[in-house]
């Protein structure tokens, strides 16, 4: 038998899928369901975190609860939805004090409110320390983007920055001040970038970066049957990578391509469209460009080598 850490999350995905019916819509594999419904498509996708796992040295529980809300929201905001509601299961220690979890909810109700959505429910049990929330989305008339519509040729770019969330964590764990650990405890997801980006109908594909670059890369890669090549020397640079990186030795490669946390989006566009994404005034980078090689590759200048698995 295999156990389940040693199957690894987007293998049990695979398995899943494999036993659930198949579902009008589009189900499992994607950053959120679509699902069907006489008023119009549903967008919901669902998402967790515990005290093991995504409480860093120094988040409060206000910043825990924030990040619960942040996870879901940007799986919204990578299909181009927009945030509607949230339903929250909340598994607390049984001896936990009381203010802890208010401040938990606090701090998912100031995320929501950031994006325009409200809390409208949820469950409360005990256990282990963990948050799972449920997040419903509109499109709005736009079609959602999905992984799976990138073609050779087209140009792959990203929103915002790389590493600022796993510069404040190697900051934390190696006692450096200076360097913002806002990104690691605070993520914004990109929802008003997304909105632009399915409404330009430029995209062709589009996944949120909370694994890390390398798997967003990767998923896209299987999901359209592609590969990419992307240079290492166009990733844009998160604040305290390069501190980080000269202070601890940590390479820069792996803050920016196998960290999580950072919540921007990664997208591929036609390049005959590219006119679209500038009349909706995004702000993003290019990195690369979508190929047959059924693989994304990181391009260092002096060489070329494929991504491997996302590491945190």
Same mark, same amino acid.
């Given at each position: 038998?295999?156990?389940?850490?040693?199957?690894?999350?987007?293998?049990?995905?695979?398995?899943?899928?494999?036993?659930?019916?198949?579902?009008?819509?589009?189900?499992?594999?994607?950053?959120?369901?679509?699902?069907?419904?006489?008023?119009?498509?549903?967008?919901?996708?669902?998402?967790?975190?515990?005290?093991?796992?995504?409480?860093?040295?120094?988040?409060?529980?206000?910043?825990?609860?924030?990040?619960?809300?942040?996870?879901?929201?940007?799986?919204?905001?990578?299909?181009?939805?927009?945030?509607?509601?949230?339903?929250?299961?909340?598994?607390?220690?049984?001896?936990?004090?009381?203010?802890?979890?208010?401040?938990?909810?606090?701090?998912?109700?100031?995320?929501?409110?950031?994006?325009?959505?409200?809390?409208?429910?949820?469950?409360?049990?005990?256990?282990?320390?963990?948050?799972?929330?449920?997040?419903?989305?509109?499109?709005?008339?736009?079609?959602?983007? #999905?992984?799976? +519509? !990138? /073609?050779?040729?087209?140009?792959?770019?990203? %929103? =915002?920055?790389?590493?600022?969330? @796993?510069?404040?964590?190697?900051?934390?764990?190696?006692?450096?001040?200076?360097?913002?650990?806002?990104?690691?405890?605070?993520?914004?997801?990109?929802?008003?970038?997304?909105?632009?980006?399915?409404?330009?109908?430029?995209?062709?594909?589009?996944?949120?970066?909370?694994?890390? #670059?390398?798997? +967003? !890369? /990767?998923?896209?890669?299987?999901?359209?049957? %592609? =590969?990419?090549?992307?240079?290492? @020397?166009?990733?844009?640079?998160?604040?305290?990578?390069?501190?980080?990186?000269?202070?601890?030795?940590?390479?820069?490669?792996?803050?920016?391509?196998?960290?999580?946390?950072?919540?921007?989006?990664?997208?591929?566009?036609?390049?005959?469209?590219?006119?679209?994404?500038?009349?909706?005034?995004?702000?993003?980078?290019?990195?690369?460009?979508?190929?047959?090689? =059924?693989?994304?590759?990181?391009?260092?200048?002096?060489?070329?080598?494929?991504?491997?698995?996302?590491?945190?």
């Amino acid at each position: 038998m295999v156990s389940l850490k040693e199957l690894g999350e987007r293998e049990l995905v695979k398995s899943i899928r494999s036993i659930v019916r198949q579902s009008p819509g589009l189900g499992p594999g994607d950053d959120c369901a679509v699902i069907p419904s006489t008023g119009g498509d549903i967008i919901a996708c669902t998402d967790g975190v515990t005290f093991e796992r995504h409480f860093p040295k120094g988040m409060t529980y206000e910043e825990f609860g924030w990040t619960a809300a942040a996870v879901n929201i940007s799986d919204l905001a990578s299909m181009g939805a927009a945030p509607v509601g949230l339903l929250a299961a909340l598994t607390m220690p049984p001896d936990l004090d009381a203010v802890p979890l208010y401040d938990i909810m606090a701090g998912m109700d100031k995320c929501a409110e950031s994006f325009g959505a409200y809390i409208y429910g949820g469950d409360t049990k005990f256990g282990c320390g963990a948050v799972s929330c449920t997040a419903i989305g509109a499109m709005n008339g736009r079609r959602p983007m #999905l992984r799976s +519509g !990138a /073609r050779p040729g087209d140009i792959v770019a990203v %929103t =915002g920055s790389l590493g600022s969330a @796993a510069a404040g964590f190697f900051a934390i764990e190696n006692g450096l001040e200076g360097v913002s650990s806002s990104p690691l405890m605070m993520p914004v997801p990109r929802v008003e970038e997304g909105i632009a980006l399915s409404a330009s109908g430029a995209v062709t594909s589009c996944i949120d970066l909370s694994d890390g #670059l390398a798997e +967003g !890369a /990767r998923s896209i890669c299987s999901a359209s049957h %592609t =590969g990419m090549d992307v240079h290492m @020397a166009f990733l844009p640079e998160g604040d305290g990578v390069e501190r980080v990186a000269s202070e601890t030795g940590i390479q820069k490669e792996e803050m920016m391509l196998y960290w999580g946390g950072d919540y921007e989006l990664l997208f591929t566009f036609d390049k005959n469209k590219r006119s679209a994404l500038y009349d909706h005034d995004l702000e993003f980078s290019i990195i690369g460009m979508v190929t047959n090689d =059924g693989v994304p590759y990181i391009d260092h200048g002096d060489r070329r080598e494929a991504m491997g698995n996302g590491r945190h």
